[in-house]
């Protein structure tokens, strides 16, 4: 599969969790506005044996999770500040792609954390608010039906993310992503984009320093997942080692979100999980399922809720 790196920076504050299944199904819709439900069903075809398109979860400002790795007495550093640290610098992989272990993630959260004492915090540049809106009757059109509240992210302006993108060029182009990205950009991701929220510009890069690490090596035999991955014991690629999972409740997206919202709970895995490769000769995982959907969405066609996963092969030392 070819590879596209995507640094998506907001223009408005957004109402949604930039997950990997998520940015898929928006992806879906706007092949569908873009050029009709025949194409995105030509593209659907087989997709729960080979996708032509997975995305990673958005990652802050480039940052990568941290590796979930084998429980262990930590020194150095506080236990507290190690367990809740969740990120690290694409630096580290690159200079211990091939050396990974907890005593070099203590290592680079020690010099880390001293100098995030000393500059600016990331949370800085992106905060999360619990907002209180009123309760509109649809019928009557009048605030007659209590409160609610929803949580929104509001970023600084120098505040980014970047998507990883891998696609397979034998059934969508690389111009169909960016056309589909353009009209996203403009028709906003997630909720409110009626009302301004979810709006962004983006860049696309085919080249980055960091591709090779996308792929397997023979002596890179741990992936680390960078999705909201679908991932069952019986699964002949790969064998969990450590992970966390999340239990999602998803929703439809399009003008079924109207008719047939609701989709059955899912349970997936979080970024940052880590997984013994088995299968050398792949360069995703996962898998993709119709199980969340009713019955009266199955009647109408083929729809998927993608679980598929990319992310980093690494050489794990403690292992």
Known sequence: MEMLKIKLK???SFSSKLHSDFLFGEFCWGISYLYGEEYLNQLLKDFDTSPFIIFSDALDMGLLPKPLLKPQIIEGIEFKTYKKWGFVSLDYFKKNIDNISVGSLVKYIKQESEKKKKSKNLLSLKKSELLIKNRINRLSNYVNQGLYTIKEEFFNKDFYYIIY?????????KEDIIKTFDFLSKFGLGKDRSIGKGKFKFEIYETFEEK????????????????????????????????????KFPKMGGYYAFSLPFKNPIILYEKGSVFKVINKNKDFFGKATNEVFSKEIKEKGKFFHSGYSMGIFFNYLDY
């Open 10 to 12: 907001p223009l408005s």
């Open 165 to 173: 993108v891998k696609y397979n060029n034998n059934i969508i182009s």
């Open 212 to 247: 090779e690490f996308f792929y397997p090596k023979e002596n890179r035999l741990f992936f680390l997942n960078l999705s909201s991955m679908l991932y069952e014991k019986n699964d002949n690629d790969i064998i969990l080692l450590y992970g966390k999972t999340f239990t």
